[in-house]
């Protein structure tokens, strides 16, 4: 009989890890996979990095993985391919594409950040920098009709420089190869997003001199998108979605580069936390985070005109075709 009874509490204990881990099985069985495709694996989207690494996506009942595309143009390929459920990337995409007369277009439903998250490194260092020095140098440039160019190119004739006579643009080194380029000899000048710009620095092999973020002023420079079909199909995995980017826009808003570098370390292993601070200080310096995801109607039409300067757009798309804020006014409140 005593020997039963040990017996007993063995049996009901293991019951009872197993019925917790049958628990466990269920809860992540409720979760929705949903793919997203990023442009690119960047601390200019800190906010993104909080909400994986805080599981607000869990807790709104999303299992996400995430893709690099490189290129907004291989995102939104993935988003109108049905390879990922929802893109992230410069909203010119979304217009190219509404463009090409695709009866189910990606529409824009969330805005991450709010001006142009690259720099301008120089090999040499340069002290009280101004545009008119890059007159007759070679400088890298992105991909022709990407928002990183058009950008740098709106910031070049702001300035009084014109981008195909004033400057040896380099554009056909691949987006994901610029920095390696430049620090092997390439240009005098590049323009790369973070932790590259830092990277440089560290190397010894540029100087970073200016930010097109702030020379450009605010521009919707990254947003997330989802065809057509698939928000009116899933709103409730959009709203989700929304609320858990939400929730990573006010946690960078209301914490310290410190505290903002501590939570999302695991997704950059090479960048040392130093620099991870050094980098999100700089960022938060300059407002580069929106507060919130909803996509402001003036920076939509900013958009359209640097696409019209920069000869990629002839005719503008209509707000309201493009852009549906509904998800993002309910994650805002």
Same mark, same amino acid.
């Given at each position: 009989?005593?020997?039963?009874?040990?017996?007993?509490?063995?049996?009901?204990?293991? /019951?009872?890890?197993?019925?917790? /881990?049958?628990?466990?099985?269920?809860?992540?069985?409720?979760?929705?996979?949903?793919?997203?495709?990023?442009?690119?694996?960047?601390?200019?989207?800190?906010?993104?990095?909080?909400?994986?690494?805080?599981?607000?996506?869990?807790?709104?009942?999303?299992?996400?993985?995430?893709?690099?595309?490189?290129?907004?143009?291989?995102?939104?390929?993935?988003?109108?391919?049905?390879?990922?459920?929802?893109?992230?990337?410069?909203?010119?995409?979304?217009?190219?594409?509404?463009?090409?007369?695709?009866?189910?277009?990606?529409?824009?439903?969330?805005?991450l950040t709010q001006r142009a998250g690259n720099f301008l490194v120089s090999r040499e260092k340069i002290e009280n920098f101004q545009w008119k020095d890059l007159k007759g140098k070679d400088l890298i440039g992105g991909r022709k009709g990407g928002m990183p160019q058009m950008i740098l190119e709106y910031i070049l004739k702001e300035n009084g420089l014109d981008p195909e006579k004033d400057v040896n643009l380099i554009q056909n080194i691949d987006f994901a190869n610029t920095s390696?380029?430049?620090?092997?000899?390439?240009?005098?000048?590049?323009?790369?997003?973070?932790?590259?710009?830092?990277?440089?620095?560290?190397?010894?092999?540029?100087?970073?001199?200016?930010?097109?973020?702030?020379?450009?002023?605010?521009?919707?420079?990254?947003?997330? /998108?989802?065809?057509?079909?698939?928000?009116?199909?899933?709103?409730?995995?959009?709203?989700?979605?929304?609320?858990?980017?939400?929730?990573?826009?006010?946690?960078?808003?209301?914490?310290?580069?410190?505290?903002?570098?501590?939570?999302?370390?695991?997704?950059?292993?090479?960048?040392?936390?130093?620099?991870?601070?050094?980098?999100?200080?700089?960022?938060?310096?300059?407002?580069?985070?929106?507060?919130?995801?909803?996509?402001?109607?003036?920076?939509?039409?900013?958009?359209?005109?640097?696409?019209?300067?920069?000869?990629?757009?002839?005719?503008?798309?209509?707000?309201?075709?493009?852009?549906?804020?509904?998800?993002?006014?309910?994650?805002?409140?």
């Amino acid at each position: 009989m005593k020997l039963l009874r040990p017996l007993a509490l063995l049996f009901l204990s293991l /019951c009872l890890c197993l019925a917790g /881990c049958g628990s466990k099985k269920t809860e992540k069985e409720k979760l929705v996979k949903v793919t997203l495709n990023e442009v690119t694996h960047s601390i200019f989207y800190a906010p993104q990095y909080v909400a994986i690494e805080k599981r607000y996506f869990e807790d709104e009942g999303i299992e996400l993985s995430v893709d690099t595309g490189f290129g907004a143009d291989k995102t939104m390929t993935a988003v109108i391919s049905g390879n990922a459920d929802i893109g992230f990337m410069g909203p010119e995409a979304a217009v190219y594409q509404y463009n090409e007369g695709n009866s189910d277009y990606a529409v824009c439903f969330a805005q991450l950040t709010q001006r142009a998250g690259n720099f301008l490194v120089s090999r040499e260092k340069i002290e009280n920098f101004q545009w008119k020095d890059l007159k007759g140098k070679d400088l890298i440039g992105g991909r022709k009709g990407g928002m990183p160019q058009m950008i740098l190119e709106y910031i070049l004739k702001e300035n009084g420089l014109d981008p195909e006579k004033d400057v040896n643009l380099i554009q056909n080194i691949d987006f994901a190869n610029t920095s390696g380029a430049f620090s092997g000899g390439t240009g005098d000048f590049t323009v790369e997003f973070e932790p590259n710009a830092t990277l440089l620095e560290n190397q010894g092999a540029g100087y970073v001199v200016a930010s097109l973020g702030v020379d450009s002023g605010f521009v919707p420079y990254t947003a997330y /998108c989802a065809k057509k079909s698939y928000l009116k199909e899933n709103p409730k995995i959009i709203q989700g979605f929304t609320n858990a980017i939400a929730k990573g826009q006010t946690y960078v808003k209301q914490h310290s580069p410190e505290e903002i570098a501590e939570v999302i370390k695991d997704q950059f292993p090479d960048t040392s936390k130093k620099d991870l601070v050094k980098i999100i200080r700089r960022y938060k310096d300059q407002d580069t985070y929106k507060e919130t995801p909803v996509f402001s109607k003036d920076g939509f039409q900013l958009l359209q005109d640097i696409l019209m300067e920069a000869g990629e757009l002839k005719e503008g798309v209509p707000f309201s075709k493009l852009i549906d804020n509904s998800f993002a006014k309910k994650a805002a409140k």
